[in-house]
């Protein structure tokens, strides 16, 4: 019974948590120019939002386009999602909102009836971006490497006919820990699996 009383207060923080996510994103009071994007040297997808003071917010969608977080990325590159507010008795419950399966899409996916389509997935927003300028293919942000498999189910039985190519980060590279995980998602979706050098989507493609 616990856990089920547990599990309808996470529920409840998690829906609490979108609706000011949504907020802070429909709300933001907007600005020219992110140092983040420039030292990175990457574009600003449309639906990115700059703020006055330059960082970056990235919405965090689940496959049925419901908004859940927003990542904020700092001009010195510093990642936070949107933490928990007092409950109703003031108590200050500290926890995120939903992060599983949920995500962000770089460019669009059209679905080919006749042919495979190819959607890459990659952890962070800079990597992600680099990989669409590159490849011109739409890239769905896991934005941490445990997400990876549960962003690839959601995203395989929304797209059943695409090819997922998995693209790690070297952040992750101290335990490996974003192959493991593209590795655990390539078991669940199939596709292939590219380290740092891009430049080998084709080359995994072929």
């Not at 496959?63 to 936070?80: F, P």
């Not at 006749?114 to 962070?124: L, M, N, P, V």
Request: proline share 3%.
């Amino acid at each position: 019974l616990r856990d089920k009383e547990q599990r309808e207060r996470e529920i409840k923080r998690q829906e609490q948590i979108a609706r000011k996510a949504e907020g802070i994103y429909r709300n933001a009071y907007l600005g020219e120019s992110s140092e983040y994007l420039n030292s990175k040297k990457v574009d600003k997808d449309p639906k990115v939002k700059v703020t006055h003071d330059g960082n970056l917010l990235i919405p965090a969608y689940d496959e049925n386009g419901k908004m859940w977080n927003v990542q904020t990325i700092e001009a010195d590159g510093t990642k936070t999602f949107i933490k928990g507010d007092t409950n109703d008795q003031g108590e200050f419950e500290y926890g995120g909102g939903r992060m599983g399966g949920v995500f962000f899409m770089i460019g669009e996916v059209q679905p080919d009836l006749y042919d495979t389509h190819i959607i890459c997935i990659a952890e962070g927003y800079a990597t992600g971006m680099s990989i669409f300028m590159a490849t011109g293919h739409p890239v769905a942000l896991s934005f941490v490497a445990n997400n990876l498999p549960k962003v690839g189910t959601a995203l395989k039985s929304k797209y059943p006919n695409a090819t997922f190519v998995y693209c790690t980060d070297d952040d992750s590279a101290k335990e490996n820990t974003g192959l493991k995980y593209a590795q655990m998602a390539q078991q669940i979706t199939g596709g292939c699996i590219v380290l740092p050098d891009f430049s080998q989507v084709q080359e995994c493609l072929a």
